[in-house]
């Protein structure tokens, strides 16, 4: 379970939503765009070494090429499972979609084809790999007693063990210990799902094969080991997964599966920020319910899926500069310097959550050169994002924006609307509330209204998709277009 998943209020009551005010527009993509993904990243060959390491027979090693190739098929009908959203439909209403239907893992969205996913300062030996950063061990540790008892409890006081990530970056210090509350940070759990996606998205798939064997495949071993509470051969296996991944960076093998890539598969993305928030913003997170209701410094957070069908929808690629005014603890930024690596920009008003964003950032950087990624230029910004002056300098030049309305109030949405005259045209702006009143219609009475350059686009997210409600609910995506508005002044009609 992510920690994006615990801060979301199972069975809440949704924030009521402002009666429809835009005609419905479905917007209809294709998906059939030719990619490069991890997924479909393959090589035909694997190092012995790796398999020797791993503890497996030679005999063991050497599967059956059908066996291999099923479990590379099994990884990229994985892929193409889809995000589902109302431009998949067809020529169907968007309001037809089953109201609880779930979001599918999704990678189908434009990339720059220039973009470089590897991080080459994580590769190399620039400053020995050492950088300040939040250890697994400095949030889960014994001196917490209320808090954390030992996993190995039979076998002694166990030694922290350290954990190598996929680059050349410094290993990450782990207590094995586990939380007396299962919401806390399960560190054995983290050391896991890190292990399990190195191996998915890092390795060559005949690697990655072995690696998952059923049987004897180190995966299983380290988890047979923790069901066992044998603290001894977890150990063990943490250390000869030390050497393993090691011995694919420095052969090459996890470069090459980088640098065929060119987009991140959205399980990887979650899993690094999924790190940063347990180690920045949980430990604080009671910190952001601190705020006033009835006005517009109301918190509440988008989950990453819901995050990437905006990215996707949007065809924000890394050349574009994306805005996220109210940015909150800064995870969409986050998400889109990450997942996209463009040019990202928040503003925030609330202090404590400015305070956490910062935090998020600095930790984000240090995760990313863990995991060897190259990321987007992040920028966050303090104060109201309609007098920022950074902000108001970036607003003609935004790709994309992001505004998270649900609670504003009508006059902050009526205020921040006069401001989309600046935007540049084709520029889009999500929202969770539509900034064009219904039935709008362009006249003489009206031609200064920013109303006129807005086609808006209603759209459907699903369920489990924002922080503080179970329930679906609709997002609108308005365009800059200013066509209508100039046939209008020189005919009279639109």
């Known amino acids: ?275 940063t928030y347990a180690r920045t913003v949980s430990p604080r997170v009671s910190t952001l319910r601190q705020y006033e209701n009835g006005t517009d410094n109301v918190y509440g957070e988008l989950l990453p899926k819901f995050v990437s069908e905006i990215f996707r929808v949007t065809n924000l690629g890394s050349t574009h500069v994306f805005l996220d005014l109210g940015s909150g603890v800064g995870n969409v930024i986050l998400q889109a310097a990450l997942e996209v690596g463009c040019e990202s920009w928040g503003c925030e008003i609330m202090e404590n959550a400015c305070a956490l964003a910062e935090l998020q950032e600095h930790e984000f950087k240090a995760r990313c050169r863990l995991w060897g990624l190259a990321v987007g230029d992040i920028n966050l910004e303090r104060g109201d994002f309609l007098e920022n002056q950074n902000i108001i300098k970036m607003l003609p030049k935004a790709d994309v924006i992001l505004v998270n309305n649900q609670a504003f109030t009508p006059e902050l949405n009526d205020r921040l609307t006069s401001h989309f005259l600046d935007l540049k045209e084709g520029c889009q702006v999500v929202s969770l509330k539509s900034f064009v009143p219904t039935g709008h219609r362009i006249t003489s009475r009206n031609l200064n209204s920013a109303y006129n350059v807005l086609e808006v686009a209603q759209k459907r997210y699903y369920s489990a998709c924002v922080s503080w409600t179970d329930a679906p609910g609709s997002y609108y995506v308005s365009r800059k277009d200013s066509s209508r508005l100039k046939a209008f002044s020189r005919n009279g009609v639109v």
């Open 1 to 275: 379970m992510s920690f994006f998943s615990l801060i979301q209020k199972k069975g809440s009551k949704p924030i009521p939503p402002a009666p429809n005010s835009i005609r419905k527009e479905i917007v209809h993509g294709s998906s059939n765009a030719k990619k490069t993904s991890f997924l479909n990243t393959a090589y035909s060959t694997s190092s012995s070494s790796m398999r020797k390491r791993v503890g497996l027979k030679r005999n063991e090693a050497h599967r059956s090429n059908a066996t291999v190739q099923e479990h590379i098929r099994r990884r990229k009908r994985s892929q193409q499972a889809r995000l589902v959203s109302d431009s998949d439909t067809g020529d169907s209403d968007a309001s037809s979609q089953p109201p609880n239907k779930k979001f599918r893992a999704t990678n189908d969205k434009q990339k720059s084809m220039k973009r470089q996913l590897r991080s080459l300062t994580a590769f190399s030996d620039e400053d020995l790999g050492q950088f300040p950063m939040v250890h697994a061990s400095d949030i889960a540790a014994l001196d917490k007693p209320t808090k954390y008892r030992p996993v190995f409890s039979q076998q002694g006081e166990q030694e922290p063990i350290q954990l190598q990530y996929p680059s050349a970056s410094q290993k990450e210090t782990f207590n094995l210990v586990e939380p007396l509350q299962k919401d806390d940070f399960k560190p054995l759990e983290d050391i896991t799902e890190t292990m399990e996606t190195a191996v998915n998205y890092y390795l060559p798939p005949v690697d990655a094969a072995v690696f998952n064997d059923d049987s004897h495949g180190l995966l299983r071993r380290l988890k047979r080991a923790r069901d066992k509470r044998d603290g001894a051969a977890f150990v063990l296996v943490i250390q000869e997964w030390n050497d393993a991944i090691t011995e694919a960076r420095k052969d090459g093998r996890v470069a090459r599966v980088l640098d065929e890539s060119t987009e991140l598969d959205l399980k990887l993305i979650e899993r690094i920020l999924t790190q």
